[in-house]
């Protein structure tokens, strides 16, 4: 039955824009858990597109941790962190999370964009401006609108354009950038950014939502590969929903920062507490990156990494320059980026094509991620199968190449 609809004209009219672009997003269902072979409305499929990148979302060690929890501590939080909603595995998980990475504090957010939103937003302000990368998180953008902080963006990576919109700046701001590019999959040059932020007395802010876990010696991430610390990185964020296979997020810092945090950080104060069968299993999940599983798990990413890279170099499309998992494929043309994912589609690969305002305009793209959970002959696969759609007569080179 469809009822009579009151929709405004304008929202008809942007949603139809959308459509007309190729830019409409919609919801898939999966009826399994997270895994590379995954159900999609009573079809299998290979997917290589989830940040599971070690395969821990599914992992048996994590649900028996988060069912042996839950029955200890239950399921919800129940307030926010503040009132009583702050658990043993809570306290637990913050400890173990600072002494995996060095830092007096942890404290847990519920998401990686509320952590985001409450740090820039706590930190930042009309007086203390922010300077960022271009290709930084949506979240990280979204913290200085909050903030209502001036907001300057420098060309990606580019050091030197970082510095000219800092001495452009007022004084005393914050010097913002993901580790891991999540949508390029490169990292940042974060010992040289470190170094410009104190040598201008600014702030020092990396979200590692894709390094941590995955990259470094005990899977420290960015951090690790770059020799940072936390004095040379006082405010670290790291996210739970992909290497760890949970949710939530978290900022690793100073006792301090911590303190001045839980006072102003208003998506801290104003939330409730993840769940502490969350907070259990991610404590599993941690124990496991630092063992020697975990490391057989980033070896055998890496692998995986390689094999991709050298397979892909001789087909008409460019790499990007990563040797992390994300490893996209630009395409351009919105249409056909979506085209290309459905034919990979017919042969039982499952990459869901990334269109702006994800991405720049005319670098609509398959950003494939690769995991620990998939085996060699799941590798063949794609490449076979990339080969296959990206040579096919139909698609022109030229078009396939934005440059
Ligand atoms: C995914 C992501 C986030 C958001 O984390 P959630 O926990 O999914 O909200 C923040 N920053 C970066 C760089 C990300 O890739």
Not at 112 to 135: C, E, F, H, T
Not at 175 to 194: K, N, Q, R, W, Y
Not at 208 to 225: I, Q, T, V
Request: hydrophobic share 40%; glycine share 8%; aromatic share 6%.
């Amino acid at each position: 039955m469809k009822l009579a609809s009151n929709t405004p004209d304008w929202v008809l009219a942007a949603l139809e824009e959308r459509r007309q672009q190729d830019l409409m997003r919609r919801t898939i269902t999966l009826d399994s858990p997270q895994i590379p072979h995954t159900k999609i409305y009573s079809q299998n499929y290979t997917a290589f597109c989830s940040n599971d990148y070690l395969g821990l979302a599914n992992h048996p060690k994590l649900i028996k941790a988060m069912n042996n929890t839950a029955e200890a501590y239950g399921v919800g939080g129940g307030s926010s962190h503040l009132v009583c909603g702050h658990l043993a595995p809570h306290q637990a998980l913050e400890e173990a999370l600072a002494d995996w990475l060095g830092y007096e504090r942890v404290m847990l957010f519920s998401t990686g964009y509320m952590a985001n939103l409450g740090v820039i937003s706590a930190l930042a302000d009309k007086n203390r401006p922010v300077v960022q990368d271009k290709l930084n998180h949506a979240s990280l953008i979204d913290g200085a609108l909050l903030a209502q902080a001036p907001l300057r963006r420098y060309l990606h990576g580019d050091v030197e354009s970082a510095q000219k919109l800092i001495a452009r700046s007022a004084p005393g701001g914050l010097l913002i950038t993901d580790g891991v590019f999540s949508m390029d999959g490169d990292i940042a040059p974060l010992s040289e950014l470190s170094q410009l932020a104190n040598q201008h007395d600014w702030m020092f802010v990396v979200d590692d939502a894709h390094g941590l876990g995955c990259l470094g010696e005990n899977g420290r991430g960015c951090l690790a590969l770059e020799g940072l610390d936390a004095t040379s990185l006082p405010v670290l964020v790291g996210t739970l929903g992909k290497a760890f296979g949970t949710a939530g997020a978290f900022v690793a810092t100073s006792n301090d920062y911590a303190d001045y945090l839980t006072q102003f950080a208003r998506p801290y104060v104003y939330t409730t507490a993840m769940s502490p069968a969350i907070a259990g299993a991610t404590l599993a999940s941690l124990q496991l990156i630092q063992s020697a599983e975990g490391q057989e798990r980033r070896d055998r990413l890496a692998r995986h990494i390689t094999y991709f890279r050298q397979r892909v170099q001789s087909l008409p499309v460019e790499l990007m320059p990563s040797n992390t998992a994300i490893q996209p494929i630009v395409i351009g043309d919105s249409k056909a980026a979506i085209q290309i994912s459905e034919q990979l589609k017919t042969l039982g690969i499952w990459c869901t094509a990334i269109r702006p305002p994800t991405v720049p305009i005319g670098s609509a793209r398959l950003r494939i991620t690769l995991s620990a959970a998939h085996s060699d002959e799941d590798l063949v696969l794609l490449c076979d199968s990339l080969e296959k759609v990206l040579t096919a007569k139909l698609l022109n080179a030229e078009r396939l190449n934005p440059k």
